[in-house]
């Protein structure tokens, strides 16, 4: 660094837009492609005082909600808080934090084209419109994980999970998207591993494309996990969840050789069947033939999606991914917003405590664990979620317009899924706290029957909770189920609370039923497709890495390649899953964490990535923003895979845990805990040294790349910056707005570019 | 009425682009503007093509 004699030779913004002016000098022709520079910063920096009023009432709004929220010991606490506590601090965070990021951090450059406009092809790299691109990237990175673990946390109370859910979002999991999709728009769209091979060298890119491998498989074991605790034992559910298959395939079908490419047309008449599958349930579990035919324990139901995930990973995508993808973007999009209306209209009064008796304990029957660092793993999806380091590079980024765009689709989809973790939290905690925990507790805990869960609630000494068998009863029978008593895994609790708004929105206690099944159905939605396409993810990433060593597996055309590599991946998987459905333990509540820990180890990985590239560009000042996420979230998955290993406490540590059994069964004797039998005792000592032993195999691999990242920072600290892996700049020949709403100088611009002869300016991308 | 169409119309092109409904439309418009002298795929090459390609190349979807 002391070889510079003074800070104006350091590369910054000014000098590398000056330097790369002759480069990206535009055409005298044409209109400029991006606003300039002064006048953009005049419109920013521009305060009117309209302006100020507005931003003066959204502070005040956020700031009575999060007072009404966190300070006002009332009786109870409207739900209508919880959205403007959430969405004023977001529209805040927007603004202002990722206005800094951009500003000082990644320099966008409107000038510059985008790979979706100089790779532009028509199939991968299309130009598209922000507004669109943005509803297909929020598609595309939410799905059961923000409806799952904000219901999970929720045994703590709900302010542990609100703080950690919008704060989280703000400062780790919306600066995590919004750094990988600009950093893999500026690469041509490469995805993250192939960035971490490039920035890490090989040791830290082979360590993070393992991480990520085997992340992928604890992650589809545990959603499948969800959907098999959702299913068991509910003939209503299996029916309308299994009849999702035919239609998918008919679809399928439809769009490859009856009508190709009428995708709304094909999408509409899912739905309609979909409904009808759901309305179709009802009908046949009153059956006696279907409540026998369709009666599955849950160990039947595991057998069944692994064997479905085999055959759905090994067939082509156009018979059953692509139309099931349709579906679940369909329906994603209008329970989002059905969700959020009924929130607003209905605005429940929720009675949980703020904190509840089990936010300051370990052993918490829903997740076990402390606050820190648990509650922080159990929301991961929500408010740092790892996966969508694989989204947002690839895809996205290669149907970006304009550079600048990336703030509003990276960090705005990422504040849109933190939205909707919150309403599923809101969701669930609207519903009696004495339901929600005979529902989420292990079968070991509550009986299983409805008088020993209620009796077992009732000893837990809960404030203000006194539960009967009869409301147990009711609302199992409200629900259309058999019953309602440890239903654990998130999706049926949520389920309830949603029907439970739903109702009282559109249709009546007598719709309860329909609107649970309704929410089984799409969360099974986006699980199944989530299996599917981790399944063939992983598949490829197995076969790529055994083709370094017998190239023939590098064919992706290869049958038997390809089918060995998705049965590997399946097995891996599928013993996560029957591991989790036959733990005497109860399943969720020790494999949950290890979801949590999985994602965000992941996330540490990604933001790890992230903070080698920033260093190399040689914006040292603020690194900061990549760095204090990184170190948030390895502290919290360290500690939290450190807990897992070594707490002697047997309720958290698996080896503690498996110590214990192990002893208990050396002593001969023939239960323990809840494990009533000699084989479920040692299916616990095998069960946790299992989970141990990915635990620390996890963690051992997050770590690696973590200091192989620091290495690389620190490297390109000392040389003052690095050589950087972006393609090189190319002019662009296009303009599009940044954001949401154009400003006044971008619609001038538009304009300009809009009163170009036709022929003159390249097509545009959107119309609207 | 008119303007109540207008936005519907809107309102099912913006969700035609989040599905992907779009892609065939998107793919001629890019074709005729890169000038290519081969004619281009039809709409039902360009579907098989496209959910070919995502068999050799595959996404992951977001828990």
């Known amino acids: 660094m002391d070889q510079r004699p003074d800070a104006t030779q350091r590369p910054d913004a000014t000098q590398m837009a000056g330097g790369a002016a002759d480069i990206l000098s535009h055409e005298p022709s044409l209109p400029p492609p991006a606003l300039d520079d002064d006048v953009r910063e005049a419109e920013e920096r521009g305060w009117t005082p309209a302006k100020i009023g507005l931003w003066a009432v959204i502070s005040l709004l956020g700031g009575l909600a999060w007072i009404m929220l966190a300070l006002v010991r009332g009786e109870t606490v409207n739900a209508i808080w919880f959205v403007f506590a959430s969405v004023c601090t977001y529209f805040i965070a927007y603004r202002f934090y990722s206005k800094v990021i951009e500003r000082y951090l990644l320099k966008p450059n409107d000038r510059r084209a985008t790979p979706a406009e100089y790779k532009a092809d028509g199939k991968d790299f299309v130009r598209t419109d922000r507004n669109v691109l943005f509803g297909h990237h929020f598609a595309a990175i939410a799905g059961a994980g923000p409806l799952v673990g904000p219901v999970i946390a929720a045994q703590m109370g709900y302010l542990p999970g609100t703080i950690w859910i919008v704060v989280g979002v703000v400062l780790a999991g919306a600066v995590q998207d919004y750094l990988v999709m600009f950093f893999s728009m500026r690469r041509g769209g490469r995805s993250l591993g192939q960035m971490a091979r490039e920035e890490l060298g090989v040791i830290g890119g082979t360590a993070a494309l393992v991480a990520t491998l085997l992340i992928m498989i604890i992650i589809v074991a545990i959603l499948a996990l969800v959907v098999v605790n959702a299913l068991g034992e509910s003939p209503w559910g299996v029916f309308s969840v299994g009849m999702t298959i035919p239609i998918a395939l008919f679809m399928g079908v439809y769009l490859r050789f009856i009508r190709p490419g009428k995708v709304m047309e094909v999408s509409l008449i899912g739905f309609v069947l979909l409904m009808a599958a759901i309305i179709g349930g009802g009908f046949v579990a009153d059956t006696e033939w279907g409540a026998a035919f369709f009666h599955l324990d849950r160990v039947t139901i595991a057998w069944g999606i692994i064997v479905y995930g085999f055959i759905a990973a090994v067939l082509p995508v156009w018979l059953l991914l692509a139309p099931r993808d349709y579906l679940s973007t369909f329906m994603k999009i209008g329970v989002i917003v059905m969700l959020a209306v009924a929130i607003v209209v209905v605005r429940p009064e929720i009675t949980v405590p703020a904190f509840s008796e089990f936010a300051g304990k370990e052993n918490g029957p829903v997740f076990s664990g402390a606050l820190f660092p648990f509650l922080f793993v159990t929301i991961a999806c929500g408010a740092l979620s790892g996966f969508h380091a694989l989204i947002s590079s690839g895809t996205t980024p290669k149907l970006i317009e304009k550079e600048r765009q990336t703030r509003f689709i990276g960090y705005g989809g990422m504040l849109m899924e933190s939205f909707v973790a919150i309403m599923a939290l809101v969701a669930a905690i609207s519903i009696d706290r004495g339901i929600y925990f005979a529902m989420n507790a292990p079968a070991a805990l509550t009986g299983g029957t409805v008088e020993t869960a209620a009796q077992w609630v009732n000893s837990l000494g809960l404030a203000n909770v006194s539960l009967t068998p009869d409301v147990l009863a009711q609302t199992a029978k409200d629900v259309g189920e058999s019953t309602i008593v440890s239903r654990s895994g998130g999706a049926p609790t949520l389920a309830v609370g949603l029907a439970h708004i739903m109702q009282q929105f559109i249709g009546g206690p007598a719709m309860m039923a329909f609107w649970y099944h309704f929410a089984i159905m799409f969360e099974a939605l986006f699980i199944l497709t989530a299996v599917d396409a981790g399944t063939r993810v992983a598949r490829f990433m197995l076969q790529d890495s055994i083709g370094n060593f017998v190239p023939k597996f590098k064919e992706a055309s290869w049958r038997p390649g390809a089918w060995l590599c998705t049965a590997v991946m399946v097995a891996a998987w599928g013993a996560v899953l029957l591991m989790g459905v036959t733990d005497p333990l109860g399943g969720i509540n020790t494999l949950f964490p290890l979801f949590g820990i999985a994602n965000q180890l992941l996330a540490a990985i990604a933001l790890a990535v992230c903070l080698a590239i920033a260093a190399k560009k040689g914006t040292f000042k603020f690194l900061w923003i990549p760095a204090v996420p990184l170190a948030f979230a390895a502290v919290v998955t360290i500690t939290a895979s450190f807990h897992k290993i070594f707490l002697p406490v047997p309720a958290v540590g698996y080896f503690a845990n498996n110590a214990a059994f192990a002893k208990a069964l050396a002593e001969g004797k023939t239960s323990f805990g809840t494990a009533k039998t000699v084989a479920a005792m040692e299916a616990v000592v095998r069960n946790t040294m299992i989970q141990g032993v990915l635990s620390v195999v996890f963690v051992v691999l997050s770590i690696v790349v973590i200091l192989t990242a620091l290495v690389a920072t620190v490297k390109s600290l000392r040389a003052g910056g690095g050589t950087d892996h972006e393609d090189p700049a190319k002019p662009s020949r296009v303009f599009a707005p940044a954001g949401l709403v154009p400003t006044p100088a971008e619609r001038e611009l538009m304009a300009e570019w809009n009163a170009l002869p036709a022929g003159k300016r390249l097509q545009q991308a959107g119309h609207h | ?63």
């Open chain 2, 1 to 63: 009425m008119r303007q109540f169409a207008v936005r519907l119309r809107g309102l099912v092109g913006y969700l035609e682009g989040v599905l992907g409904a779009d892609a065939y439309r998107k793919y001629l418009a890019h074709h005729h503007e890169a000038g290519h002298a081969f004619p281009p795929m039809t709409e039902r090459e360009f579907w098989r093509d496209r959910t070919d390609r995502q068999d050799t190349s595959p996404q992951g979807r977001c828990c």
